[in-house]
């Protein structure tokens, strides 16, 4: 059974820098195909790709957010860690993280993690 | 903005049938499947349509999915109060911008 959940701090300050775990089971990112990907959703707004790290240790990202995040995994402790610097109060929304293999379609998701960017 | 377009919102009574588009370009839709995701209120995601045309397990033959060129297309059929939602279509893209997109969603609302 394939399960993700995200954590990491509900309120962050201004200027912050967030950073996000994935904690995973029922599958292993050393898996050749296997990736993870974080997408987030500002409340009442559409879902936004942040950044993706696949089983080889490639990562991707959102060209509009690239100069701010880093994903990076530990495959021994099945987690995928999105760290987001300098923070926004427009980067207050939902953040998901979600399975997708390579064949490109997010197969399992998270429950979300809510993170409010205030002062 | 989103790189891939939907309408809004749409709506239909129970147990008509409702399509919803989704529109890009030969960089996402043009060169790569596509997939849906259906988010009750309150809740995460879930995937609906893989590939194009795909269901995965225990999804109802009620969702269908279809590409065209630049286009995509998810159909309901047989509506229920419970497909109140909204609705994402989502594929790679190969431009500089971006590497996976989203559709900017549609509610569906059942009257």
């Known amino acids: 059974q394939v399960t993700l959940r995200e954590s990491g701090p509900a309120l962050v300050k201004p200027t912050q820098t967030l950073t996000l775990t994935c904690t995973f089971s029922?599958?292993?990112?050393?898996?050749?195909?296997?990736?993870v990907s974080w997408i987030r959703q500002p409340p009442g707004k559409a879902l936004e790709w942040l950044a993706l790290?696949?089983?080889?240790?490639?990562?991707y990202y959102s060209t509009s957010l690239k100069t701010r995040l880093t994903i990076s995994k530990d495959t021994s402790k099945n987690q995928v860690v999105l760290t987001m610097t300098n923070m926004d109060p427009v980067d207050t929304a939902t953040y998901y993280c979600?399975?997708?293999?390579?064949?490109?379609?997010?197969?399992?998701w998270g429950q979300g993690t809510l993170v409010t960017v205030s002062s | 903005q989103s790189v891939l377009t939907q309408p809004p919102s749409v709506s239909a009574a129970p147990g008509q049938k409702v399509t919803i588009s989704c529109s890009g370009s030969s960089s996402n839709i043009g060169n790569n499947y596509v997939s849906w995701y259906q988010q009750l209120p309150g809740t995460a995601p879930k995937l609906l349509i893989y590939d194009n045309n795909k269901r995965p397990s225990g999804i109802p033959d009620r969702f269908s999915g279809s590409k065209s060129g630049t286009s995509a297309t998810l159909g309901i059929t047989g509506l229920q109060t419970g497909d109140e939602a909204d609705y994402y279509c989502?594929?790679?893209?190969?431009?500089?911008?971006?590497?996976?997109?989203f559709g900017g969603g549609t509610k569906l609302t059942v009257l």
């Open positions: 790290i696949d089983w080889d240790d490639d990562k």
């Open positions: 989502g594929t790679w893209d190969s431009s500089l911008s971006a590497f996976w997109v």
């Open positions: 029922g599958f292993s990112l050393s898996t050749s195909g296997m990736c």
């Open positions: 979600a399975r997708i293999q390579a064949v490109g379609y997010f197969d399992y």
